[in-house]
């Protein structure tokens, strides 16, 4: 049984990813994680409890960064609602008491599983940064890291080189980067070759569970967010699954091990960049650059299309 911790700053490739993860026979979701991202924590904790809910799902949830490490959080709605989640849930306020803090939660889990346990990020990377900051001879001993973020190859979201998640916190992304901590790049070189369209959504609605509602209701604003900012791509990529997908089955993807660095220079802010100019720098990351889409969307649909009919 694999051990896993998801890192989110839940939004709707999140929630859909969350949705995978507890779909799955053959995993322990420890705990969710979340943070700031597509929207303040406040929301991404609610919208990662509204998710877990909606599914009958028994994760425990923990709150965790409200900022980046140095820079102004910044947040658009843009792409996934002003709520997080398409529009669904609206406005929360801060009003539950926390009695963990998500860093500790990741260092205790990582002090217990060691080897066992797969980290799975799919917002910035903050919280992981904290975590190894606070202490880092405890995280080395992590399994696997796997980070929804970046753009090596192909072109960013944000800008033309930045993907959303490292330019949201660039330096906690230098940070864990720089950790030598054992990271699988799940960016948007293959992110974009797994996508989600509108067929998908009416077998939602098809279903017709309240889940399945629910589901079909986030993602459709996601969809039609898509076809203004990308209105050639013919749905919209599933980027936080996959990352869960690749934690789970390592062969969906062929990987090449890189030295990756975030640039911090304001022009290219966050972009992630192989360094080959020094000699003596190793690999620090495995970069994935292919993915079978084909045999990995099935697997989400079955997975996801599954838990929703409950």
């Not at 877990?52 to 102004?72: H, I």
């Not at 989640?85 to 889990?109: C, P, R």
């Not at 190894?132 to 973020?149: A, C, F, H, L, S």
Request: hydrophobic share 40%.
């Amino acid at each position: 049984m694999k051990k896993m911790i998801l890192d989110v700053d839940t939004g709707v490739d999140d929630a859909l990813a969350i949705a995978y993860a507890v779909g799955q026979s053959d995993v322990e979701l420890l705990g969710i994680t979340t943070t700031f991202g597509v929207a303040p924590v406040e929301y991404s904790y609610r919208n990662t409890k509204s998710v877990l809910g909606s599914l009958n799902k028994d994760v425990p949830v923990y709150k965790g960064s409200k900022e980046p490490l140095k820079r102004e959080r910044v947040h658009d709605g843009k792409i996934h609602g002003n709520d997080g989640i398409g529009e669904t849930l609206g406005y929360v306020e801060e009003s539950e008491t926390i009695t963990k803090d998500a860093v500790d939660f990741i260092i205790e889990q990582t002090k217990k599983y060691k080897s066992d346990l797969i980290i799975v990020t799919t917002g910035p990377l903050t919280n992981l940064a904290r975590a190894i900051d606070k202490e880092p001879q405890i995280m080395k001993y992590v399994g696997r890291i796997v980070t929804m973020g970046g753009a090596v190859a192909s072109p960013g979201n944000v800008n033309k080189f930045a993907e959303a998640n490292i330019s949201v916190d660039p330096d906690a992304a230098d940070f864990v980067f720089k950790s030598r901590l054992p990271i699988t790049l799940v960016g948007l070189d293959v992110t974009r070759k797994t996508l989600l369209n509108k067929d998908n959504v009416k077998e939602w609605e098809r279903i017709g569970t309240s889940s399945a509602k629910f589901f079909a209701a986030f993602t459709q604003f996601y969809l039609d967010a898509y076809k203004k900012i990308h209105p050639t791509l013919k749905g919209c990529a599933l980027h936080d699954p996959l990352a869960v997908g690749i934690a789970l089955y390592p062969e969906l993807v062929r990987t090449i091990p890189m030295h990756i660095e975030v640039d911090l220079s304001e022009e290219v802010l966050g972009r992630t960049v192989e360094n080959t100019n020094l000699e003596d720098t190793e690999p620090n990351t495995l970069v994935c650059l292919q993915v079978d889409s084909k045999r990995f969307t099935e697997d989400f649909f079955n997975k996801v299309n599954n838990i929703l009919s409950v």
